[in-house]
């Protein structure tokens, strides 16, 4: 008997097709309306999924970067609470549910999971493509206005992917006070821009308000130590490429790495890395360059030299977003 697929091969499948039916130049556009509204600064009053087009381009073009950055963003966070796991997943804003698949794909299981939003045609789809994967197969997918008017339910984790760049000022603090008073564990992921570190500040201050513990990728829950307006904390996450991708984007590679800021925080004691390393590794011979941002919080370089001997052999396999130094022998 052949073991299930994993939840990540899984999706790719059950994407591959959806556009079948639809104009290639239809879909080219739709998916550039798409990144020019979310990468906008500018709040929008309607749903930015339209119709069953815009959902399909949506779903086949960025569903899978929303799934890397959201896993590698919970991974993370599974890192810092490793003997938690969520009973319950509420994700708002969720659309066609990529952060219900990473989910899934970092814990495993099944698990109550309801994903709000207000647009009907990303919940149809949403429920179409998780027919295909058992765990996801009962998910209550819910319309409801994303903003300060919502009321939740109490639920183990809450996540809010790549939504706060649709709302207001008033909204997102509204819609982050509503998850902090809802959940025991919330995790937001905004694009990895100078604007969406800024709104993953805001709301990781509001967290922290609110009694919460930051876990990932902060090493603590102090302020951060970067100087607003000199540069802002964001990782990358290496997403393989569609058709769609190289036909919107061209050129030939096979990947493309998408930038995210995030926050997870949890009501629970935490256990964060004891840094973070913050921008990617720089190797040159015999050693290697580390940026980190560390616990008493600070932001430090500091170099890996071959007479650290185990851990120079770790600094060469560590990436972006790592913590440093890495659990295990090499510590």
């Known amino acids: 008997m052949n073991a299930p697929a994993p939840p990540a091969e899984t999706l790719r499948a059950a994407l591959a097709g959806l556009l079948d039916g639809l104009p290639p130049r239809q879909a080219s556009q739709a998916v550039e309306r798409l990144i020019a509204s979310y990468r906008g600064?500018?709040?929008t009053d309607a749903p930015i999924l339209r119709d069953r087009a815009d959902v399909a381009a949506y779903a086949a073009y960025r569903m899978p970067a929303t799934f890397e950055a959201v896993r590698s963003a919970l991974a993370a966070f599974a890192q810092a609470v490793p003997e938690w796991v969520p009973g319950g997943h509420l994700d708002l804003g969720g659309g066609t549910g990529a952060a219900a698949w990473a989910v899934s794909a970092t814990w495993g299981g099944e698990r109550p999971v309801t994903v709000l939003d207000w647009?009907?045609?990303?919940?149809?789809?949403?429920?179409?493509?998780a027919a295909a994967e058992p765990a996801l197969r009962d998910v209550r997918w819910q319309r409801a206005r994303i903003g300060a008017a919502l009321t939740l339910e109490s639920t183990d984790l809450v996540t809010v992917s790549y939504v706060l760049n649709e709302l207001t000022a008033a909204d997102r603090?509204?819609?982050v006070d509503a998850a902090a008073a809802a959940a025991r564990a919330?995790?937001?992921?905004e694009p990895g821009t100078p604007d969406g570190y800024a709104r993953v500040i805001e709301a990781r201050d509001r967290l922290i308000g609110a009694g919460f513990h930051v876990a990932a990728p902060c090493p603590h829950s102090a302020a951060c130590p970067?100087?607003?307006?000199?540069?802002?904390?964001?990782?990358?996450?290496?997403?393989?490429?569609?058709?769609?991708?190289?036909?919107?984007k061209g050129g030939s590679l096979a990947y493309e790495d998408e930038k995210f800021s995030y926050v997870a925080?949890?009501?629970?004691?935490v256990a964060p890395a004891p840094s973070r390393i913050v921008r990617r590794p720089q190797?040159?011979?015999?050693?290697?360059?580390?940026?980190?941002?560390?616990?008493?919080p600070s932001l430090r370089r500091t170099t890996v030299t071959k007479r650290h001997g185990d851990l120079y052999k770790a600094a060469r396999d560590a990436d972006w977003g790592d913590p440093w130094?890495?659990?295990?022998?090499a510590e």
């Open 41 to 43: 600064a500018t709040p």
């Open 265 to 269: 925080a949890a009501r629970f004691p």
């Open 226 to 248: 970067i100087a607003p307006g000199t540069d802002w904390c964001h990782f990358s996450a290496r997403v393989s490429r569609s058709s769609l991708h190289r036909q919107v």
């Open 325 to 329: 130094p890495p659990p295990g022998p």
């Open 186 to 189: 919330v995790v937001i992921v």
């Open 173 to 175: 603090t509204a819609l």
């Open 283 to 296: 190797i040159r011979k015999g050693q290697v360059l580390l940026d980190l941002c560390e616990t008493e």
């Open 119 to 129: 647009a009907e045609p990303a919940l149809a789809l949403g429920r179409e493509i």
